[in-house]
């Protein structure tokens, strides 16, 4: 029976099979999966650091499956006239700003968290991108669909906050067995 390794309340079951049919993927890809548009080879510490920041921000911020534009505004900027200042104009303006962006927050997307995530200290566009092709990796090994891709999976009407942090964790844990710097002991998908 094969071995689970998540435990969360995700309907996503994440075992070492699974894992190693992604590092088979990657062995049999096209292109190399460890170095990113630079020319330079990211570590697998590096895309899993990556991957846990995005966990962080998701779980801070909040996830939402898809995201669009509200319909209608929830506020209404008040009426001026001939005696309003400038600032008093600016000032009504960036309330209700603040105002729609607050009640619109809902979260953030997967995708959206994993590109926040590229311009900050925990990341970069390198380790953004091959974090992005493991997930799909394991989207494929997952449901064994070699045209699967994480983004279209992560936006199904039955995904979760958990399934989402489900695959997630398995790409950082792929990155921190199977990417450059890994143990010697298993071979790295080059």
Same mark, same amino acid.
């Given at each position: ?41 990211? %570590? ?47 000032? @009504? ?10 009640? %619109?927050?809902?979260?953030?997307? @997967? ?34 669909? %070699? ?44």
């Amino acid at each position: 029976m094969p071995q689970t390794l998540t435990t969360t309340a995700s309907s996503v079951a994440i075992t070492t099979q699974m894992l190693e049919r992604a590092s088979q993927l990657a062995l049999d890809s096209y292109r190399p999966l460890w170095t990113g548009e630079s020319g330079e080879q990211s %570590t697998g510490e590096a895309v899993a650091r990556h991957l846990d920041a995005t966990i962080a921000l998701l779980d801070k911020d909040g996830w939402t499956r898809t995201w669009s534009w509200p319909t209608e505004p929830t506020g209404t900027l008040p009426a001026t006239d001939d005696e309003t200042s400038v600032r008093e104009m600016v000032r @009504a303006l960036l309330d209700y700003v603040r105002e729609e962006e607050g009640a %619109t927050a809902r979260g953030r997307t @997967a995708l959206t968290a994993l590109g926040h995530i590229g311009g900050t200290e925990h990341g970069d566009p390198d380790t953004r991108d091959i974090a992005q092709d493991v997930l799909d990796l394991l989207v494929q090994a997952l449901t064994n669909n %070699t045209n699967a891709r994480f983004a279209p999976w992560s936006e199904r009407q039955s995904r979760t906050h958990a399934d989402i942090t489900a695959l997630l964790t398995a790409g950082a844990q792929f990155a921190r067995t199977y990417g450059p710097g890994a143990p010697a002991s298993v071979p790295t998908a080059s």
